[in-house]
């Protein structure tokens, strides 16, 4: 009644001791503390966002990963003495003796317990890595022993994490949508998605930055482009700490943490980390591209490509460097360019401990350990560790000289043929 009667009289009793803002319910002033400590309690396991609240966190999954726990035919294969302890208190719920917060299951009311521990890190007992919290130190420990807990009730394969099951679900067992549209084969078990889609081939922009005139098909992607102006990252790894605009963009980089590939492409056998990965891989089997430029009539398999492409016709580059000014036609095209000035090299050789600024770079690198070529020349079947030796490979084929002299036009099969040939131009310019 007393509660009740404050929504009448305005009586806010609850302050920050913080930042000095009221409150009318102690619960609401407990969830607002979380936020200004960072801590966000509820945490989604297939992507890692973190949630003030449990129906929040229940919202996010049906919402962003479309399918739920029993859409997926889960199956918890945990070792004897480890599963989940679901013997409630005689109220039915276990309330944490620091806050007060209840929990159906005393797993859960545990892994809350983490947040009032200071921000301690566990470590691991095998290799002395150091996680954030318990979840990750388990997901890590998988790694050693061999776990792989979780499995698919469809096909009985089994996987070490949660999001890889699901992603493997979504992509071998989700039945087709549908919602066709109408523009591009594509099909959506989602309405809401098919509108979404749509405005990929309409044009149409619905949401405008409130920073910028740039305007975008998708709230959520005008939220992620308005963090950019912001400078906000709000979505934290657990493994490394960094952190990312986007729970989207963590959960990509979350995969960089482990190394399974559980994405076979039934048509070669090639193997995949992410779902993402294999959809790019099938389109060099069926060579769909269903979206044309209008201005060229040249076609990409994917917006994003297009989108891309679009700028190299109408000169925008969206995407500056803070630090130098230089402008861009992606913003993963301003990360990569921003580790030339920070010197951060994230991608660590595991074999030799050699560093590169990008994933590509090492993976090319490693090809040096394994003795891997996966590209071989069509005439003379000589085998090259990357694309680029191969292109060069070519030219000694083709005749073909790409690389001219913009003084006389001489033409030249190798770059570096065409600046030592270059130099002669500025040497005769200085005795003149």
Same mark, same amino acid.
Do not use: W
């Given at each position: 009644?007393?509660?009740?009667?404050?929504?009448?009289?305005?009586?806010?009793?609850?302050?920050?001791?913080?930042?000095?803002?009221?409150?009318?319910?102690?619960?609401?002033l407990k969830r607002h503390?979380?936020?200004?400590?960072?801590?966000?309690?509820?945490?989604?396991?297939?992507?890692?966002?973190?949630?003030?609240?449990e129906e929040d966190l229940?919202?996010?999954?049906?919402?962003?990963?479309?399918?739920?726990?029993?859409?997926?035919?889960?199956?918890?294969?945990?070792?004897?003495?480890?599963?989940?302890?679901?013997?409630?208190?005689?109220?039915?719920?276990?309330?944490?003796?620091?806050?007060?917060?209840?929990?159906?299951?005393?797993?859960?009311?545990?892994?809350?317990?983490l947040i009032h521990s200071?921000?301690?890190?566990?470590?691991?007992?095998?290799?002395?890595?150091?996680?954030?919290?318990?979840?990750?130190?388990?997901?890590?420990?998988?790694?050693?022993?061999?776990?792989?807990?979780?499995?698919?009730?469809?096909?009985?394969?089994?996987?070490?994490?949660?999001?890889?099951?699901?992603?493997?679900?979504?992509?071998?067992?989700?039945?087709?949508?549908?919602?066709?549209?109408?523009?591009?084969?594509?099909?959506?078990?989602?309405?809401?998605?098919?509108? &979404?889609? =749509?405005?990929?081939?309409? *044009? /149409? @922009? %619905?949401?405008? +930055?409130?920073?910028?005139? #740039?305007? $975008?098909? !998708?709230?959520?992607?005008?939220?992620?482009?308005?963090?950019?102006?912001?400078?906000?990252?709000?979505?934290?790894?657990?493994?490394?700490?960094?952190?990312?605009?986007?729970?989207?963009?963590?959960?990509?980089?979350?995969?960089?943490?482990?190394?399974?590939?559980?994405?076979?492409?039934?048509?070669?056998?090639?193997?995949?980390?992410?779902?993402?990965?294999?959809?790019?891989?099938?389109?060099?089997?069926?060579?769909?591209?269903?979206?044309?430029?209008?201005?060229?009539?040249?076609?990409?398999?994917?917006?994003?490509?297009?989108?891309?492409?679009?700028?190299?016709?109408?000169?925008?580059?969206?995407?500056?460097?803070?630090?130098?000014?230089?402008?861009?036609?992606?913003?993963?095209?301003?990360? &990569?360019? =921003?580790?030339?000035?920070? *010197? /951060? @090299? %994230?991608?660590? +050789?595991?074999?030799?401990? #050699?560093? $590169?600024? !990008?994933?590509?770079?090492?993976?090319?690198?490693?090809?040096?350990?394994?003795?891997?070529?996966?590209?071989?020349?069509?005439?003379?079947?000589?085998?090259?560790?990357?694309?680029?030796?191969?292109?060069?490979?070519?030219?000694?084929?083709?005749?073909?000289?790409?690389?001219?002299?913009?003084?006389?036009?001489?033409?030249?099969?190798?770059?570096?043929?065409?600046?030592?040939?270059?130099?002669?131009?500025?040497?005769?310019?200085?005795?003149?």
């Amino acid at each position: 009644m007393r509660r009740h009667q404050r929504s009448h009289t305005g009586e806010r009793p609850y302050r920050c001791t913080q930042c000095g803002k009221t409150f009318q319910y102690s619960f609401d002033l407990k969830r607002h503390q979380r936020k200004g400590l960072g801590s966000r309690p509820f945490q989604c396991c297939a992507c890692g966002e973190g949630f003030d609240r449990e129906e929040d966190l229940n919202t996010h999954c049906s919402v962003a990963h479309l399918v739920s726990d029993d859409d997926v035919g889960i199956k918890l294969n945990l070792p004897a003495g480890l599963e989940s302890e679901q013997c409630p208190s005689e109220d039915g719920q276990h309330k944490c003796p620091e806050c007060d917060m209840s929990f159906s299951q005393i797993s859960q009311m545990k892994r809350h317990q983490l947040i009032h521990s200071g921000g301690d890190t566990l470590q691991c007992n095998q290799c002395l890595k150091k996680c954030q919290n318990s979840d990750a130190l388990t997901k890590h420990m998988q790694m050693h022993n061999g776990a792989r807990p979780f499995q698919c009730s469809m096909c009985k394969m089994n996987f070490t994490q949660l999001v890889c099951l699901r992603q493997h679900y979504l992509n071998a067992h989700k039945e087709e949508g549908s919602f066709l549209c109408s523009h591009c084969p594509k099909s959506f078990s989602r309405l809401s998605n098919l509108i &979404k889609h =749509q405005r990929t081939h309409t *044009g /149409e @922009r %619905p949401y405008q +930055c409130s920073h910028c005139p #740039k305007r $975008f098909t !998708q709230l959520q992607i005008l939220t992620r482009h308005e963090r950019i102006h912001t400078g906000e990252r709000p979505f934290l790894c657990p493994d490394c700490g960094k952190s990312f605009l986007s729970s989207g963009e963590l959960s990509k980089h979350l995969q960089c943490h482990s190394e399974e590939r559980p994405f076979p492409c039934l048509e070669c056998g090639k193997t995949f980390k992410a779902n993402r990965f294999l959809k790019k891989h099938l389109q060099t089997h069926t060579g769909e591209r269903p979206f044309p430029c209008s201005q060229c009539g040249k076609r990409f398999s994917k917006s994003t490509d297009l989108t891309r492409h679009n700028r190299m016709h109408t000169g925008e580059r969206p995407h500056m460097c803070s630090q130098c000014g230089k402008s861009f036609l992606t913003y993963s095209e301003v990360v &990569k360019h =921003q580790r030339y000035h920070t *010197g /951060e @090299r %994230p991608f660590k +050789c595991a074999q030799c401990g #050699k560093s $590169f600024t !990008q994933s590509c770079y090492l993976t090319v690198h490693q090809r040096i350990h394994t003795g891997e070529k996966p590209y071989s020349c069509s005439v003379c079947g000589n085998r090259y560790n990357s694309t680029t030796p191969l292109k060069r490979h070519m030219l000694s084929h083709t005749g073909e000289k790409p690389y001219v002299c913009t003084e006389c036009g001489k033409a030249y099969n190798r770059l570096h043929l065409l600046r030592t040939h270059e130099r002669t131009h500025a040497a005769a310019e200085a005795v003149c």
